[in-house]
């Protein structure tokens, strides 16, 4: 169960370093694809918007010169008719019957069937780099688009993360809801590979914020007086290595390997607390920055994994599924 919540396996020794990525708020960060597919619409979006106030201004245009005609004649009647239909394309975009708006209509047509080959475009990009879940929404939007529902208010750069929060114990289910819904209000993935070179990745997934209850009870057997059991509140959510930091990351980022059973995916191990420190610096220094190790509730929250399980019962099954 754990695996498929937070896909975060072998997770097994304490000792061995398991990297996380905390948000700030300052950082200033290069943009994850979904941020790119994002920026994509919000551009093509705003420039439907002005070329869609470009075709307001015209029809309105239209609408003064014929005003001016029926007040100028002194056409009561047609002047009526003419601040009728002004008005109706004011509140509701009704095409007026009293003139023709060929041109305009053609040129609205125009920025429109631009507008959906670009959500088009951006869908395939996201299906090629597998966001699922972004090229959901964007068809979604599409279907919108073609029903001529458009939108032309939306600003990316001004969208916020939801309060999004579990609060053990929680199922699979909610887990990956909440993961989806937190990926999108943020414009991040669920998982990120992190590029460390020569083909070497860091693989990170996404932990939303949460609830839970840290230690275990007085029954428990095998507990030490350490692990009074309390509630912990994580406020903030957080990248966690979806593995412990092999040899090769190591070795990527460190340009040794310290451990005496060798094996390219297998956990580097004969590692220090400060060795660690010394790997995190380095990390952060060859990529964007933000990289810790967590803390020992984070690491807790993310086994647990919204149950309640005895801890060594828990690691054994993230190590066996």
Known sequence: MAQKLFSLVLMLVLAL????FAFAEDESKAQMPTEVMQKQIADAIKVYGEKKEIYRKDVLDLFERKEKFARDKGDLKTLNLIKKEKDAFFENGKDPTLFFVTDQKRFLELAKLDLIKTYEKTIKDCLKMKLDVEAEGFSKELEEI??????????????KAKPIFLEAPFGAEAAKIAQMELAKSLGKLIESKIDLGKGVKLEMVLIP????????????????????????TLTKPFYMGKYEV?????QAVMGNNPSRTKGAKLPVTN????????????L?????????????????????AGTKLHMLLEIVLLRVM
């Open 271 to 282: 590692v220090s607390w400060n060795d660690c420190q010394d790997y995190i610096k380095k």
């Open 146 to 159: 073609r029903a001529g529902q458009i939108k032309t208010e939306i600003k990316v750069e001004e969208k």
């Open 246 to 250: 092999t040899q090769e990351q190591w």
């Open 209 to 232: 914020a949460g609830k839970f209850m840290m230690g275990s009870p007085g029954s428990e057997i095998g507990r030490v007086d350490n692990e009074t059991q309390h509630e912990v």
């Open 17 to 20: 370093p398991v990297v996380i």
């Open 284 to 304: 952060n220094a060859k990529t964007n920055g933000g990289y810790r190790l967590p803390s020992e509730a984070e690491w807790e929250y993310a086994c647990r």
